[in-house]
């Protein structure tokens, strides 16, 4: 059973393309006056200081509807808005954050779907124990720098002056601490002291993410792919300044949520594809120095990972205007906007592009049928392409060299048909965008060993592998037939 939560129509309806800032850039962040919020708005401050209004579904509530308890949950878990509930000493928190231990040393946290992919699971379990929620981050950054509240959505946001000593406190435990915190299944531990008693319960990217993921849907019904779209946009949306840089990309191209195709490539991790390696240093992916493009078998490699991915998208939305890249490489971002023979010059004359059905080493590409598309797609990607994305998992830094992953994963979100590759941040934006179910609308454009230049589609890979199964189960049928006529026959012959 779902239903909806309260929409907002009191506001005067701008166009898409459109967002109101202020002249300022900080946020402001400060509790209201508690006593002049109505029944209907009791959920949390829910939001900065501006009306976001581009790129985002007005229609969330009845787009993206969650179950039952969720809304509940969501409308009745005030958190920073009321000071009298952050003051309540018989009030108990669950805190998810990325902060540091022993004074001074980093956590490991993970990059940004690390981070968030257990969300709903430590929502549920504060909705269990009846405790509020928080995000807390230190490390790279607050996550508020990034994301914030909708307005009227949940507000997460822990402001200073509250549970301070429980925070000093959580940075000062040991190493061994904190390495056991990573790996402990709090979907068990949170109900047993003594983290039952504590007022407030820290929690990290965990190790121990499968357990509990599997204790939790032991306890209730927990698809997060249905879940997540509505989540992600009742929590969060675009901080102010993540806003302003993303708006000249918005309105140039004059682009709507849920009518343009995205593309990712990760290329800095693995760190070797096909035993070659990729990046300038060894471990790239988190220390960046970017790709190794002067190889002329790396830049092979890279840039047809990016040609073929956009033909992947292209191939799953054969009508749409733009295809959004988004990529841990800079290199091939450049590449594909400027130096690609089959993306640079997207024109009315411009070759189609296509696929065989096969090759000569007789791989069935998932039984993909030969298929030929025109089309006129432009390329495009965020503002600084030509600048290293950081890794979200880097000790603290400038926010802004960091905006690159929360405005891929933004406009991955709002994407109607997808293309992605292998790790999970370009899967995720998939699940975000609502999508995630209709198998038609996603397509792999490579595997961990091998581009796809069939751009097979998740439906056709699941049709074939199905098959696959079917087939196999029909050879064991044979063998176990064949082993019955072979002890009959020595039987026989005994």
Same mark, same amino acid.
């Given at each position: 059973?779902?239903?909806?939560?309260?929409?907002?129509?009191?506001?005067?309806?701008?166009?898409?393309?459109?967002?109101?800032?202020?002249?300022?850039?900080?946020?402001?962040?400060?509790?209201?006056?508690?006593?002049?919020?109505?029944?209907?708005?009791?959920?949390?401050?829910?939001?900065?200081?501006?009306?976001?209004?581009?790129?985002?579904?007005?229609?969330?509530?009845?787009?993206?509807?969650?179950?039952?308890?969720?809304?509940?949950?969501?409308?009745?878990?005030?958190?920073?808005?009321?000071?009298?509930?952050?003051?309540?000493?018989?009030?108990?928190?669950?805190?998810?954050?990325?902060?540091?231990?022993?004074?001074?040393?980093?956590?490991?946290?993970?990059?940004?779907?690390?981070?968030?992919?257990?969300?709903?699971?430590?929502?549920?379990?504060?909705?269990?124990?009846? %405790? /509020?929620?928080?995000?807390?981050?230190?490390?790279? +950054? #607050?996550?508020? !720098?990034?994301? @914030?509240?909708?307005? &009227?959505?949940?507000?997460?946001?822990?402001?200073?002056?509250?549970?301070?000593?429980?925070?000093?406190?959580?940075?000062?435990?040991?190493?061994?601490?904190?390495?056991?915190?990573? %790996? /402990?299944?709090?979907?068990?531990?949170?109900?047993? +002291? #003594?983290?039952? !008693?504590?007022? @407030?319960?820290?929690? &990290?990217?965990?190790?121990?993410?499968?357990?509990?993921?599997?204790?939790?849907?032991?306890?209730?019904?927990?698809?997060?792919?249905?879940?997540?779209?509505?989540?992600?946009?009742?929590?969060?949306?675009?901080?102010?300044?993540?806003?302003?840089?993303?708006?000249?990309?918005?309105?140039?191209?004059?682009?709507?949520?849920?009518?343009?195709?995205?593309?990712?490539?990760?290329?800095?991790?693995?760190?070797?594809?096909?035993?070659?390696?990729?990046?300038?240093?060894?471990?790239?992916?988190?220390?960046?120095?970017?790709?190794?493009?002067?190889?002329?078998?790396?830049?092979?490699?890279?840039?047809?990972?990016?040609?073929?991915?956009?033909?992947?998208?292209?191939?799953?939305?054969?009508?749409?205007?733009?295809?959004?890249?988004?990529?841990?490489?800079?290199?091939?971002?450049?590449?594909?906007?400027?130096?690609?023979?089959?993306?640079?010059?997207?024109?009315?004359?411009?070759?189609?592009?296509?696929?065989?059905?096969?090759?000569?080493?007789?791989?069935?590409?998932?039984?993909?049928?030969?298929?030929?598309?025109?089309?006129?797609?432009?390329?495009?990607?965020?503002?600084?392409?030509?600048?290293?994305?950081?890794?979200?998992?880097?000790?603290?830094?400038?926010?802004?060299?960091?905006?690159?992953?929360?405005?891929?994963?933004?406009?991955?979100?709002?994407?109607?048909?997808?293309?992605?590759?292998?790790?999970?941040?370009?899967?995720?934006?998939?699940?975000?965008?609502?999508?995630?179910?209709?198998?038609?609308?996603?397509?792999?454009?490579?595997?961990?060993?091998?581009?796809?230049?069939?751009?097979?589609?998740?439906?056709?890979?699941?049709?074939?592998?199905?098959?696959?199964?079917?087939?196999?189960?029909?050879?064991?049928?044979?063998?176990?037939?064949?082993?019955?006529?072979?002890?009959?026959?020595?039987?026989?012959?005994?």
């Amino acid at each position: 059973m779902f239903s909806t939560t309260i929409a907002d129509n009191s506001i005067e309806k701008k166009p898409e393309a459109y967002v109101s800032l202020n002249s300022t850039n900080k946020a402001k962040f400060t509790i209201p006056d508690e006593s002049k919020q109505t029944e209907d708005l009791n959920l949390g401050i829910g939001g900065d200081e501006y009306d976001y209004r581009f790129i985002k579904y007005e229609d969330v509530a009845k787009k993206f509807p969650l179950p039952d308890w969720w809304d509940k949950f969501l409308k009745t878990q005030p958190v920073a808005s009321h000071d009298k509930t952050l003051s309540d000493p018989d009030t108990k928190f669950l805190v998810m954050t990325c902060h540091k231990y022993a004074t001074t040393t980093q956590e490991v946290c993970g990059g940004l779907t690390d981070r968030l992919v257990l969300l709903p699971h430590y929502l549920w379990l504060a909705h269990k124990t009846g %405790r /509020k929620f928080f995000i807390r981050y230190s490390k790279p +950054a #607050p996550l508020e !720098e990034f994301f @914030v509240p909708p307005k &009227n959505g949940f507000d997460w946001r822990l402001p200073d002056g509250y549970i301070d000593d429980e925070w000093k406190a959580y940075a000062s435990r040991n190493a061994t601490t904190y390495k056991d915190g990573r %790996r /402990k299944n709090w979907a068990k531990d949170i109900f047993s +002291a #003594p983290w039952n !008693e504590k007022r @407030v319960v820290f929690v &990290n990217s965990n190790l121990a993410m499968g357990a509990i993921i599997n204790t939790v849907s032991t306890m209730v019904s927990l698809n997060t792919d249905d879940i997540w779209p509505g989540l992600f946009r009742r929590m969060f949306q675009p901080s102010k300044n993540l806003a302003q840089d993303m708006a000249s990309l918005v309105e140039e191209y004059d682009l709507k949520a849920g009518e343009y195709a995205s593309a990712h490539v990760r290329v800095k991790w693995p760190k070797q594809y096909n035993g070659i390696l990729l990046n300038n240093k060894q471990n790239g992916d988190k220390q960046g120095g970017g790709v190794n493009m002067s190889w002329n078998v790396t830049y092979a490699t890279v840039t047809g990972l990016g040609d073929n991915a956009i033909k992947c998208a292209v191939r799953a939305m054969p009508w749409t205007k733009y295809v959004y890249f988004a990529s841990d490489a800079n290199e091939l971002t450049e590449y594909l906007l400027l130096d690609s023979p089959m993306w640079s010059d997207r024109s009315s004359d411009s070759a189609p592009i296509s696929w065989n059905g096969g090759d000569e080493n007789g791989n069935d590409h998932f039984d993909v049928p030969a298929w030929e598309v025109s089309t006129t797609a432009k390329v495009i990607a965020r503002p600084h392409y030509n600048v290293e994305p950081e890794h979200f998992d880097k000790n603290q830094m400038d926010p802004k060299k960091i905006y690159a992953t929360f405005i891929d994963m933004w406009m991955m979100a709002h994407a109607k048909y997808h293309s992605f590759g292998v790790g999970g941040y370009g899967h995720f934006g998939t699940v975000l965008s609502g999508n995630h179910g209709n198998e038609t609308y996603r397509t792999r454009h490579r595997d961990y060993d091998a581009i796809q230049p069939n751009c097979a589609t998740s439906a056709e890979r699941k049709k074939y592998k199905a098959k696959q199964s079917t087939s196999l189960e029909e050879i064991l049928e044979i063998v176990r037939e064949t082993n019955k006529k072979i002890v009959k026959f020595q039987q026989l012959h005994a």
